[in-house]
């Protein structure tokens, strides 16, 4: 059973930090482009970040460059989000899935709030 399990969210006031990590079961991700998602309530779910399988190329929205870093350990099959200067309208559920998304994977998410 294939299993993402996202942490590390929190609140938070704006221009703090948080930490995020996914750690995957089931199978390995390793040749898999993996990325964060996330959704606001009402809309849909927005990749902000994505990341190769070698951990060599990356990839960043606009709303998060200069901000955000992804990250992967491929021994530990997890992904990590390192999220900096957060903003109010970076408030949203927090997923990590593969690059286009596995639909069985979605795990729970991780909440993350910035207070303004």
């Known amino acids: 059973q294939v299993q993402l399990v996202e942490s590390g969210g929190g609140l938070v006031q704006a221009g703090g930090s948080l930490g995020l990590s996914c750690a995957a079961s089931?199978?390995?991700?390793?040749?898999?482009?993996m990325g964060w998602y996330r959704q606001a309530p009402g809309k849909e779910h927005e990749l902000v970040v994505s990341?190769?399988?070698?951990?060599?190329?990356?990839s960043y929205a606009d709303s998060v460059k200069g901000r955000f870093t992804i990250s992967r350990d491929i021994t530990r099959n997890t992904v990590y989000l390192q999220m900096n200067r957060l903003k109010f309208e970076d408030t949203a559920m927090y997923y990590c899935?593969?690059?286009?998304?596995?639909?069985?994977?979605w795990g729970r998410g991780t909440q993350v709030t910035v207070s303004s």
């Open positions: 089931g199978r390995t991700f390793s040749t898999d482009r």
């Open positions: 899935n593969t690059v286009p998304p596995y639909a069985g994977a």
């Open positions: 990341i190769s399988p070698s951990g060599e190329g990356t």
